[in-house]
């Protein structure tokens, strides 16, 4: 796999990429930041697609650590991907471990739906409170392990060709049949961008990329 990590400062909401990322809340309705933000881009229509979104209990379309996809409405985006941060306490209720489910259920998304682009914000570093720096590395050691996880699957196809000529095509057929379930699928390029709102959060970023 071909991928490609950008760091850039700017509106999330004016990306031309296949999918964004929304820092939302459980409820899925819009709220602050770039919740907001993003609603009020996407026009109502982004409003209804969410409510459309099963309650998976009274109030919670979207669990913490989960993702959720609409289509981008007016925005450039073709897709928003929902996902809800955890709110910081003192790092030791779990918050690491939910924030990189964010991102790994964000990008399984994409992928699932054809998307070669994705942008993402910085998850739960606002009024959710998660220290930047903390929230950086996870993000980008989650995205780095998830298009890594391609490389294992490219080398079993490679091995069923080699062992064409001592396998039937049916066998080598199966053989990689097999392979292609134990991985993930990711295109064969995949743009991966890191939409920070701060000169502060691009230095961050760049720092750890």
Known sequence: MRMKIKVVQGDITTLAVDAIVNAANQVMLG??????????AAGDELYKACLKVPE??????????????????NLP??????????????????????????????LALAVE???QSIAFPCI????????????AAIAVREVKEFLSRAEPQRRREGDCEKEGSLLSRASTSALCATADKEDVKVNEEM??????????????????V
């Open 31 to 40: 709220g602050g930041g770039v919740d907001g933000a993003i609603h009020r």
């Open 124 to 135: 739960s570093t606002g009024i959710y409170g998660y220290p930047k720096e903390e929230a």
């Open 56 to 73: 998976v209990r009274p109030g919670v379309r979207c669990p913490t650590g989960e993702a959720r996809i609409t289509p981008g409405f």
């Open 113 to 115: 739906n054809g998307c």
């Open 77 to 106: 985006a073709k897709f928003v991907i929902h996902t809800v941060g955890p709110v910081y306490r003192d790092g030791q209720h779990g918050e690491p471990e939910k924030l990189a489910a964010c991102y790994r259920n964000s």
């Open 191 to 208: 743009e991966v961008i890191f939409c920070c709102f701060s000169e502060r959060d691009v230095n961050v970023y760049q720092s750890i």
